[in-house]
């Protein structure tokens, strides 16, 4: 039975896999045809793009980015079955990075802000010691 189990699971892992692949596929092939849009919008401009248009594309960028970085995610678990929480600490520091990048501080209250900036410490922190853990370990074998 957890033989079966196994194999399941590593269908479903690999379906995630190719699902994940086509989202990023379709994400970047997105973005490539808004930057052409906006880069031949016939508005006369000193620049091709303003800033609320980069701001979009970055946003799209770290999105595909985040993609890229959870394909790795389950790569590895495929690999070695198990869960590398270094690659998930930094997947969820780009996360946060990217609705830092995107965030209209006009529309956005104090308190988010102030929410926003406690993840962003947490998740450094958190960051900080694993590394540091990983790094004492190897000293010892």
Same mark, same amino acid.
Request: proline share 2%.
């Given at each position: 039975m957890?033989?079966?189990?196994?194999?399941?699971? %590593? %269908?479903i892992?690999?379906?995630?896999?190719?699902?994940?692949?086509l989202?990023?596929?379709?994400?970047?092939?997105?973005?490539?045809v808004?930057?052409?849009?906006?880069?031949?919008?016939?508005?006369?401009?000193?620049?091709?793009?303003?800033?609320?248009?980069?701001?979009?594309i970055?946003?799209?960028?770290m999105?595909i980015?985040?993609?890229?970085e959870?394909?790795?995610?389950?790569?590895?678990?495929?690999?070695?079955?198990?869960?590398?929480?270094?690659?998930?600490?930094?997947?969820?520091?780009?996360?946060v990075?990217?609705?830092?990048?995107?965030i209209?501080? %006009?529309k956005?209250?104090?308190?988010?802000?102030?929410?926003?900036?406690?993840i962003?410490?947490a998740?450094?922190?958190? %960051?900080f010691?694993l590394k540091?853990?990983?790094?004492?370990?190897?000293?010892?074998?």
């Open positions: 957890e033989k079966l189990l196994k194999k399941f699971e %590593y %269908y892992v690999i379906g995630l896999l190719a699902m994940m692949a989202v990023v596929f379709l994400s970047t092939v997105e973005l490539a808004i930057i052409v849009q906006r880069m031949l919008s016939g508005k006369p401009q000193l620049f091709l793009l303003d800033i609320s248009d980069m701001l979009e970055f946003g799209f960028f999105m980015l985040i993609g890229i959870l394909i790795e995610t389950i790569k590895v678990y495929l690999e070695d079955e198990s869960i590398h929480v270094e690659i998930i600490c930094l997947v969820a520091i780009v996360a990075a990217r609705k830092v990048i995107i209209d501080l %006009y956005v209250s104090p308190v988010a802000l102030l929410g926003i900036a406690a962003i410490l998740l450094c922190i958190g %960051y010691f540091r853990a990983m790094h004492q370990e190897k000293l010892i074998d």
